[in-house]
């Protein structure tokens, strides 16, 4: 499977992006879709994720209410959408996905097999 992942830039606090994930080769559904991402100086964070088949989701604490994953596994895509950026949320955006993901390890970048090659996320006070 390979990844990639787009829709990042550079926004003023407040704003919303929405980050897209495309997806190629195996079947898109089979797959948990995580959302991480990585700060300059910093380690890599969990940000949101949605379970194959039941399509349940979590978040980050820092996250929720702001940020909704959502996916299309007809078109093999899945979508981070941002609202209320915050100069907190800047960083590289990575997606990935995994087979056997389990709810326990939604948030542990380990527990994913594929990653994209990141898109990156500015926000300015």
């Known amino acids: 499977v390979q990844l990639q992942a787009f829709g990042g830039g550079q926004v003023q606090a407040g704003d919303s992006l929405r980050l897209s994930c495309a997806a190629s080769?195996?079947?898109?559904?089979?797959?948990?879709v995580g959302w991480f991402r990585q700060a300059p100086g910093k380690e890599r964070e969990f940000v949101a994720a949605?379970?194959?088949?039941?399509?349940?989701?979590t978040y980050a604490d820092s996250v929720k209410g702001r940020f909704t994953i959502s996916r299309d596994n007809a078109k093999k895509t899945a979508h981070l959408q941002m609202n209320s950026l915050k100069p907190g949320d800047m960083g590289v955006y990575y997606c990935?996905?995994?087979?056997?993901?389990?709810?326990?390890?939604?948030?542990?970048?380990?527990?994913?097999?594929?990653w994209g090659q990141g898109t990156e996320v500015t926000v300015s006070s």
């Open positions: 990935a996905v995994g087979e056997r993901v389990i709810t326990s390890s939604m948030a542990l970048p380990a527990a994913y097999d594929y």
């Open positions: 080769g195996r079947t898109f559904s089979t797959y948990t």
């Open positions: 949605m379970k194959r088949g039941s399509g349940a989701t």
